[in-house]
C-alpha cells in the first residue's frame, strides 16, 4: 500500500512537493507513477518514474511546472508542483508498476490509497 502525502491549500502561483512512500516495502523494485482525479473527471496520468529515475509524461504532466523524483534511500517518490493554477486542483494518486520502465500510456498501478488533496484557490 503507497501513500501519498504533502496535499493542501495553496493560493495560486504557490508550490507543494507531494511525497509517496510504502511502509513495509520497498519502492525500488517499481515504477512509480502519479495520477490525479479532479472533481467529476476522469482519472489522468500525470508523470510516472522509472527505477533508474527516467521519466515519462502523461496528459496532465503540466511540463515546465512540475517534475517527477525518487531518493532509493529514502524509499519516497516526489512530485514537485510549482506555480500551481486553480486547474491543478484535484486529489493526486501514487500507484506501483510492476516493471523497471514507465508504460507509454499512462496506467494507475497498483497500490495506490486514497490519494492527496491539492487545492488551489485564493
Known amino acids: 500500500q503507497l501513500q501519498a502525502s504533502g496535499g493542501g491549500l495553496v493560493q495560486p502561483g504557490g508550490s507543494l512537493r507531494l511525497s509517496c512512500a510504502a511502509s513495509?516495502?520497498?519502492?525500488?523494485?517499481?515504477?512509480i507513477g502519479w495520477f490525479r482525479q479532479a472533481p467529476g473527471k476522469e482519472r489522468e496520468g500525470v508523470w510516472c518514474?522509472?527505477?533508474?529515475?527516467?521519466?515519462?509524461s502523461y496528459r496532465y504532466a503540466a511540463k515546465g511546472r512540475f517534475t517527477i523524483s525518487r531518493d532509493n534511500a529514502k524509499n519516497t517518490v516526489y512530485l514537485q508542483m510549482n506555480n500551481l493554477k486553480p486547474e491543478d486542483t484535484a486529489v493526486y494518486y501514487c500507484?506501483?508498476?510492476?516493471?523497471?520502465?514507465?508504460?507509454?500510456?499512462?496506467?494507475?498501478?497498483?497500490?495506490w490509497g486514497q490519494g492527496t488533496l491539492v487545492t488551489v484557490s485564493s
Open positions: 500507484g506501483a508498476i510492476s516493471r523497471s520502465q514507465c508504460p507509454t500510456f499512462f496506467t494507475p498501478g497498483t497500490g
Open positions: 513495509g516495502s520497498t519502492l525500488n523494485d517499481y515504477s
Open positions: 518514474i522509472s527505477t533508474t529515475g527516467r521519466a515519462t
